[in-house]
């Protein structure tokens, strides 16, 4: 089954899951004490024709439903490997984390990205909400990449004919509050997607979460030629634990700025970059996508409904206009060519 073939028969899928929900008989509203539970039982089952009703505090219309668990492999910061699910929360597109006792459900909404939170036998409802970036977040800014002192050769993370890797650890500043779940909502859950089914469908993703990693996530950033700085400490603190050249490092920081001007900045086909993640946005996956040999310049701007359009990922601006969530073509092509992939 070539490239084109999966995505039409994901998009069947996808649409007879929404056909079956609403023909589907809604069964009642979830405990939410025994929400991880059912949800856990529905991944056993993946009984199409069933729904799992949000708790009652939810939207008289919230159900939940798979429809595709993503490839990717996720370990977050407290060593519990985390699964990522594609749903249909009550017609709406989103994603679910399930990891240890917990599951996390995230939404897209106008105001920003609404993650819901359930813990196995407690009967609380964590609601956090990541505004959107506002037009005033990002100014048209400085170039955000530089082109040496990061790269270790010609290497990329294929490797002798096997399926392409990319493996991300994002460490997480002392300055950033939010739960390991909500940052993969906000800034990996569709990167995943997009690079799972859109860029490298032959390939895998690995992302890992790190937290109080001294002389590392308590960094002091917002100055320039912090990023390289950040990459010497990351060299001397890290490599010794792990081959550097190999595993992509990108902190997240809670700061508007990670040098003057910049939401983000990042080595081009390098392995060290740094990102704000103060807003639901794209800027992870844009300094990402530098690292693995996208540039600004094959940015582009989409159609996304009536009179509406989006901006590709590597869109120079930052919170100037809506997100595709999504590498242009022109970017797709130049990460494949970076892992030495033959063009889709």
């Not at 589907?24 to 729904?51: I, N, W, Y």
């Not at 939404?107 to 609601?127: F, I, Q």
């Not at 390991?180 to 993703?205: N, S």
Request: aromatic fraction near 6%; proline fraction near 5%.
């Amino acid at each position: 089954m070539n490239h084109m073939d999966r995505k039409r028969v994901r998009a069947i899928c996808a649409l007879s899951l929404c056909i079956g929900a609403s023909l589907s008989h809604a069964s009642p509203p979830t405990d939410p004490a025994r929400m991880v539970e059912d949800f856990d039982a529905q991944v056993a089952a993946r009984d199409s024709g069933a729904r799992l009703r949000r708790p009652a505090a939810q939207p008289s219309d919230s159900s939940l439903r798979l429809v595709e668990r993503l490839n990717s492999q996720v370990l977050l910061s407290d060593g519990r490997d985390a699964t990522i699910w594609e749903v249909n929360d009550g017609g709406r597109e989103g994603f679910a984390i399930r990891a240890g006792d917990t599951l996390s459900v995230s939404v897209a909404e106008e105001d920003g990205l609404h993650v819901t939170g359930y813990t196995r036998g407690s009967r609380r409802v964590d609601h956090n909400t990541i505004p959107n970036a506002p037009e005033q977040f990002m100014p048209e800014y400085k170039d955000d990449t530089v082109e040496t002192g990061d790269q270790q050769g010609d290497q990329t993370d294929s490797q002798d004919g096997k399926p392409p890797e990319v493996r991300v650890a994002a460490l997480v500043h002392d300055d950033v509050e939010l739960s390991d779940e909500a940052i993969l909502a906000a800034q990996f859950t569709r990167w995943i997607k997009h690079m799972e089914t859109e860029v490298m469908p032959e390939g895998k993703v690995y992302v890992e979460l790190r937290r109080r990693v001294a002389g590392v996530t308590d960094f002091t950033y917002g100055y320039d030629r912090a990023l390289y700085d950040w990459r010497d400490a990351v060299t001397k603190i890290l490599s010794p634990q792990e081959p550097f050249g190999y595993v992509r490092h990108l902190l997240l920081v809670n700061g508007k700025h990670v040098e003057p001007g910049a939401a983000g900045y990042a080595f081009l086909k390098g392995y060290s970059g740094m990102a704000s993640v103060a807003y639901s946005s794209d800027v992870a996956a844009h300094e990402i996508g530098h690292m693995l040999g996208g540039v600004h310049e094959r940015a582009a701007q989409r159609e996304a409904g009536l009179l509406q359009s989006c901006v590709t990922t590597m869109w120079k601006e930052a919170g100037r206009r809506v997100p595709c969530y999504t590498y242009s073509v022109g970017n797709t092509a130049l990460i494949r060519e970076y892992h030495h992939l033959p063009p889709l």
